[in-house]
């Protein structure tokens, strides 16, 4: 690494054709390779440190599949490509698909990967809530062969991830989800379209035949360090009959978890009442949809 | 510096670039493209919008290298034959551009939607565009223009 570089000058690009050669590549300047997938973050940030880029859009990690396991998404795959995907559409998987559908502009949705949105680990990402709310198990690979690691683990801190310096996330795994599962996106920027979230959120639940909610998650982003389980307001719902007055009660419990900042988009008091109104409307939107 | 291939506008070009250039710096100051015209310079504008393989993109956050091989439409690559593309006669007759610094960003987002969706409602001919600011804001009439061309496809 030069260390008086003052300006954007990678030496080196490389666009391997295979995740073995792209590790192999990352192996070789683990100083200063970066991988490189949209470049959407990367471009606008410019980080002076980035010597060598490793081009990951040619390795095959380009596809969204389905089976009886659930849902696969390759770490390439483009946010214009998730917001049209005919298995997405379906069920709370629908969730993923709003929050690409209200990702950036349309020029950025057709270059930004889902695995650059994680793995740039900002608070505001707005495909973090809505993994988070399915569950997702993200799959890393290095010389050592794979991992995986769940998106409860992942995000550590503002721009700081649970990979390893030698790892690629490789693919997005979703799990199946029983019938009467609802799951509602609910995203707030100053504008209607084209900005960062102000409180982004996203959440899911199953109804069982006894009107009682389980497996229920609410995730609330842009309003801490990291994207944010608001675990002891789902423990309120947890096995609870989903009514009006308990998803107003549990909305204000997940305002009560977050740790807001003030910044340029908000302060923090708004985003703590914004927090608290968009999450009973999606638990509200969620319960609907999972009686339907 | 590494030598790559460009198609634009249906034109072959190999040129050489840095790691660090972008789509728009080598399309402009390599190619002579000054209708890609550069604003933000970090995706926000949609200025720099060129066609990739039909999908627009912000030349500004595409490096160079990341475009070898591909397809790439300038407005200038519109115009076919000496005769004007619908849609730019469509923005001349409703008064669609004022400064004109957001038109050929305009009309690559609008042909773009158009190629996908030839009958858009004004909503989708909204968002299509959303991310292309214009600074002189004379939006309605962009929309109105772009709706003009579709009704005459």
Known sequence: MNSTKTIFRPSGYFKPTGVAEAIQLLEQHSEDGWFLAGGTDLLVEKDVQVEVLIDITGLGLNYIKSDDQGVKIGAATTFAEIAVSPVLQKGPYNILAQAAQQMGTPQVRNMATIGGNICHAVPSADSAPALLALDAILKATSKAGERSLNITEFFLNVRKDALRKDELLTEIQLPMFPDHTGAAFIKKGRVAVVDLAVVNTAVRLIIDDSNTCHGVRIVLGAVAPVPLRAVKAEEMLEGKEPQGELLEKAAIQAAEEIKPISDVRSSAEYRKTLSRVIVERALVEAVAQARA | ?153
Do not use: W
């Open chain 2, 1 to 153: 510096m590494t030598t790559i291939t460009l198609n634009v506008n249906d034109n072959e070009y190999e040129v050489e670039v840095a790691p660090h250039h972008t789509l728009l710096d080598v399309l402009r100051d390599k190619l002579g493209c000054t209708e890609v015209k550069n604003s933000c310079n970090q995706g926000e504008c949609g200025a720099c919008t060129v066609l990739v393989n039909g999908k627009p993109v912000s030349s500004c956050l595409m490096l160079a290298m990341q475009a070898d091989g591909r397809r790439i439409i300038t407005a200038r690559g519109l115009a076919q034959d000496g005769k004007l593309h619908p849609l730019q006669e469509k923005f001349i007759e409703y008064g669609a551009v004022q400064c004109g610094y957001c038109t050929p960003g305009m009309l690559l987002a609008a042909k773009a939607l158009l190629d996908e969706n030839p009958h858009p409602s004004e909503e989708e001919v909204r968002m299509a565009i959303s991310g292309n600011i214009c600074r002189c804001t004379g939006y309605q009439q962009i929309v109105e223009a772009i709706m003009a061309a579709a009704a005459e496809q």
